[in-house]
Every structure is written in structure tokens, then in C-alpha cells.
């Protein structure tokens, strides 16, 4: 299993940034899917989760309204796109496939003017 995260980068609060996720090694359009953060001093935590046929998706109450999660079962990619960002998005973000438990490298999202 590979998951490599992409996409990460320094944006202005009330910005947008679309996280990518390229998974190989297993076969991707039959697993949940999701992306986790975690901000210095603190826990990982969930953001967001997408069922296999990307049917049913789910939100941490931080993002709800703000991040789509969303993903491309012919290219094994799961995107995560994030818009009104404010500085308490600043994290760094992973993609997870929990069936496996297995993370991504993680990519740094910094909001900040």
C-alpha cells in the first residue's frame, strides 16, 4: 500500500487549496477512504471520510460547509478541497486508508497572511 499526498502549501485565510492523495498497491475503489490533520501540540484528527463508491461522505463539524472530500476510483486518487480557510487549518493532512491502517507522508497546509 502507497498513499502520496499532494498539493499542501502557504494560502491567505479565506483562501482554497485541493489536497490530492494518489493510492496504489491495493485495490482503491473498494475501500473508505479519508484525510486526517494534526496541528503542532495537538492530536490527530479526523476531517473527512469517503465510503468506496464515494456515495457517503462525512465531516468533521470544524470543516462542515468548507471541505469537500471527493474521489477519482479510474485514477485511485481522493481529493480534499478546502475553501474559507482560516489559521486554524494550519496542519499538516494525511491520507488514511483505515482498512489497512495506513498513512500517507502527510502534506503541510499553513494559513496565514
Known amino acids: 500500500v502507497q498513499l502520496v499526498e499532494s498539493g499542501g502549501g502557504l494560502v491567505q485565510p479565506g483562501g482554497s487549496l485541493r489536497l490530492s492523495c494518489a493510492a496504489s498497491?491495493?485495490?482503491?475503489?473498494?475501500?473508505?477512504m479519508s484525510w486526517y490533520r494534526q496541528a503542532p501540540g495537538k492530536e490527530r484528527a479526523l476531517v473527512a471520510g469517503?465510503?468506496?463508491?464515494?456515495?457517503?461522505?462525512e465531516y468533521a463539524d470544524s470543516v462542515k460547509g468548507r471541505f469537500t472530500i471527493s474521489r477519482d476510483n479510474v485514477n485511485n486518487t481522493v481529493y480534499l478541497q478546502m475553501n474559507s480557510l482560516k489559521p486554524e487549518d494550519t496542519a499538516v493532512y494525511y491520507c488514511?486508508?483505515?482498512?489497512?491502517?495506513?498513512w500517507g507522508q502527510g502534506t503541510q497546509v499553513t494559513v496565514s497572511s
Open positions: 488514511y486508508l483505515p482498512r489497512f491502517s495506513s
Open positions: 498497491g491495493f485495490t482503491f475503489s473498494s475501500y473508505y
Open positions: 469517503i465510503t468506496s463508491t464515494g456515495g457517503r461522505t
